[in-house]
């Protein structure tokens, strides 16, 4: 059973250049944990907002828990109120009047005074945050409200829950923490998430399985190791990591281009030509005054050094190496690329 369900929902917006989502199609199962990703613009709050009920689509259809809750052309529209989904917002859109204690108990209203208070330290406890009930928002780090609105959120104990950007206003030392745990707090409560983020590292350290959008539309859904190493599209490819593209032709069954020739999956007729997807860490080089490569910059990113090589046909690839490895841009250098999975896309 799904748990939800977007059936090529399509939403556009007056004015916009084309459609803030496209024919988006999607399923979630209970408990799993979904990330959306994709650049700015690409459509992400649109869908959690759809999801939510704050927008109506244009087409095509949305069921929660089996139950339509949008249906375009349709006058049964469910509101975000009476969709059973929690929220936390970019912001977290907590209530600066209102204590901690109730701000969680906000979402509560229809139950007796007593059960919101239990409840709310229930959550609050859940979230480590039982000492600080009776503090004030502003009273609190960006960590701390992060996590009072995520219990705020799942206080009402919603079968999913959404959220958008939900780290980006967090330190980057706390954000792993805090990853770990609201991905042990959604695995413990059973909580169904869909969560969307502009940062390929976090829904793969946090996500079940990713999505990724491109222009409204879903290029790819997959488990992060799949979206990785065998990206559907030459843009997933390079928005999920460092790409490279090398040209090459299919030749007796391999695929040959100037770093060598690969093994050819597809069986593509011979002459066929394609892009081979490199990533850095499938790049070595070692110096060799008679090398055809060059070394054209070296990045320092702390755990490693990307080099970036000049291959003779003038195309670009970058080589992964030990932070350790240092060689000045100019270098000449042999380049072998060691490929463990062979992604190819049609020349366009
Ligand atoms: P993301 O969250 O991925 O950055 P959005 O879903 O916010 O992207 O936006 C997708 C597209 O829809 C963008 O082109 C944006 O300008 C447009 N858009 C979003 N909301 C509105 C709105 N309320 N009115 C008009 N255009 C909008
Ligand atoms: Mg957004």
Request: hydrophobic share 45%.
């Amino acid at each position: 059973m799904s748990l939800l369900v977007l059936d090529a929902v399509t939403k556009r917006f007056p004015g916009g250049d084309g459609p803030a989502v496209e024919r988006l199609a999607l399923t979630v199962t209970p408990g799993e944990i979904l990330g959306l990703i994709g650049p700015s613009g690409s459509g992400k709050t649109t869908t959690l907002r759809l999801i939510a009920g704050f927008e109506a689509p244009d087409e095509g259809e949305i069921m929660i828990g089996g139950r339509a809750v949008a249906r375009a052309g349709a006058r049964d529209f469910v509101p975000p109120e009476a969709r059973g989904v929690g929220i936390v917002f970019q912001d977290y859109a907590l209530f600066p009047h209102l204590s901690v204690a109730d701000n969680v108990a906000f979402g509560l209203a229809e139950r007796p005074a007593d059960a919101r208070r239990v409840r709310a330290r229930g959550v609050l406890d859940l979230v480590g945050l039982a000492a600080f009930a009776d503090r004030y928002p502003h009273e609190l780090s960006g960590g701390q409200q992060q996590r009072v609105a995520l219990a705020r959120a799942l206080a009402p104990a919603p079968a999913l829950i959404l959220l958008d950007e939900p780290f980006s206003n967090v330190d980057a030392e706390l954000r792993a923490e805090l990853r770990e745990q609201v991905r042990e707090l959604l695995r413990t409560t059973g909580t169904t998430a869909v969560f969307v983020t502009h940062d390929h590292e976090e829904a793969f350290t946090l996500a079940d399985r990713v999505g990724v959008l491109h222009a409204g539309r879903l290029e790819q859904l997959d488990a992060p190791e799949v979206v990785y190493h065998r990206p559907a599209t030459p843009f997933v490819a390079a928005f999920v990591g460092d790409a490279d593209f090398l040209a090459g032709t299919v030749t007796e069954g391999r695929i040959a281009t100037e770093m060598g020739t690969f093994p050819d999956p597809h069986r593509l007729p011979p002459g066929t030509r394609v892009e081979l997807m490199i990533r850095p860490d499938d790049v070595g080089f070692t110096p060799d005054p008679d090398g055809d490569t060059v070394i054209v910059r070296r990045d320092f990113r702390g755990p490693v050094n990307v080099y970036c090589l000049r291959l003779p046909s003038g195309r670009r690839v970058h080589s992964s190496q030990p932070s350790t490895t240092i060689l000045a841009p100019g270098t000449r250098v042999r380049a072998i690329a060691e490929l463990l999975h062979i992604v190819t896309f049609p020349v366009a």
